[in-house]
């Protein structure tokens, strides 16, 4: 059993100056501050950050991720963050923004574009540094070596691993999460309790990873609603943040399962964001697993406070909870009749899921399974 969490994690307010400290303990001179189309910029806080970096002497490079996370999009950050020679990225923003951060700073530390490293990370240089300062909660990449690019090429949605895409530091203010829209806290919610769903699930879980996703994901249990209903409560956006970042350390740890995996095949095909696209898939998957869950699913409602007594009723109070706020949907996707095949390559090309899924997954089980979504 073993945690290896390289992230200095802090929680905090008044992010701008919180970061402009981060930055000075780590006596970083210039910094490229990342954020997307979001809240950042309309809401000052990123004018009040750099005024924040300038006033401690520090240089402050202004960049934004356009679209994606794709690979286009990246390759040029990571161009602009080479030429800048800056010591340290802050991606201020959702987790598309801090992925592409993070495949930008490997990017320009090993001056390559993304297709370089898309199916191999290996002898690679370290990342810039990064610091990740979440202004959406959800997808925990604040505190895991992943990123998720879609390549602009092919369509393809790639996850790369590297150790150095640990941030150097999460800082996490929930203040920043009160003007998220209802439709993105739910997403994001759903992201991280899915999450510590399918690393609780996985076979590859252990007992340290598990109190992290229990804890994840009891604390989206407990706190969506009050979010929702007043999303000025500091109280549930920070418990949301945190049911975040567990789930992060959780999948760190037992990985993702057949929910994501699907979901990066299928996401091209719907409009539907992450989080709601992986709620959609989750009835298909629970029920190919559901003869080899041995326990667990039943463990990990009840740790969350749910009366169950078996795998399968379950999968029905989780179903339950998520239909409250996301009731389901029929067919959500639009798929040519002539990618069915690549679906299913695409699916059948994440070998470590073979690994850690509760159910075996001989190639006729996966092509039924897959064939049975696409026609549904
Ligand atoms: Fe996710």
């Known amino acids: 059993m073993k945690i290896n969490l390289p992230v200095d994690i802090i929680f905090g307010s008044n992010l701008h100056v919180e970061a402009a400290a981060v930055l000075a303990d780590h006596k970083f001179d210039s910094v490229y501050v990342l954020t997307g189309a979001g809240s950042a910029r309309e809401s000052g806080l990123l004018e009040r950050l750099c005024d924040e970096l300038k006033k401690q002497g520090m240089t402050c490079f202004d960049g934004r991720l356009s679209a994606g996370p794709d690979s286009d999009a990246v390759d040029k950050l990571a161009g602009e963050i080479a030429a800048s020679k800056v010591d340290a990225v802050l991606a201020l923003g959702g987790g598309s923004v801090i992925d592409a951060a993070k495949s930008a700073a490997l990017q320009a530390a090993n001056g390559c574009r993304f297709s370089d490293i898309e199916f191999n990370t290996a002898d690679l240089q370290d990342a810039v540094p990064v610091i990740a300062a979440p202004t959406v909660s959800g997808s925990g990449s604040e505190v895991t070596p992943y990123a998720v690019i879609n390549n602009s090429k092919t ?222």
């Open 155 to 376: 369509g393809r949605k790639s996850t790369i691993s590297h150790n150095s895409l640990f941030p150097e530091t999460a800082l996490i203010c929930p203040e920043v999460f009160t003007s998220v829209s209802s439709i993105q806290t739910i997403a994001g919610s759903f992201d991280a309790l899915i999450h510590c769903f399918e690393a609780y699930t996985s076979t590859r879980s252990n007992e340290l990873a598990n109190a992290f996703a229990v804890r994840g994901a009891y604390l989206i249990f407990d706190n969506l609603k009050a979010a929702l209903s007043s999303p000025e409560d500091v109280g549930a956006r920070k418990a949301l943040a945190e049911a975040s970042m567990f789930g992060g350390i959780a999948i760190t740890h037992a990985r993702t399962g057949a929910i994501h995996t699907l979901s990066a095949a299928l996401q091209k095909y719907t409009q539907l964001p992450h989080g709601l696209l992986n709620a959609a898939l989750l009835p298909a998957v629970t029920e190919l697993n559901e003869n080899h869950y041995s326990g667990k699913v039943k463990e990990f409602m009840s740790a969350c406070g749910f009366s169950v007594r078996t795998d399968a009723g379950g999968i029905v109070k989780l179903a339950g909870w998520i239909s409250q706020f996301f009731p389901p949907v029929d067919n959500p996707f639009d798929i040519p009749g002539r990618d069915a095949y690549s679906i299913i390559e695409r699916f059948k090309e994440d070998k470590g899921l073979l690994e850690v899924n509760p159910a075996p997954l001989p190639e006729r089980t996966i092509n039924a399974f897959i064939t049975g979504i696409i026609d549904a």
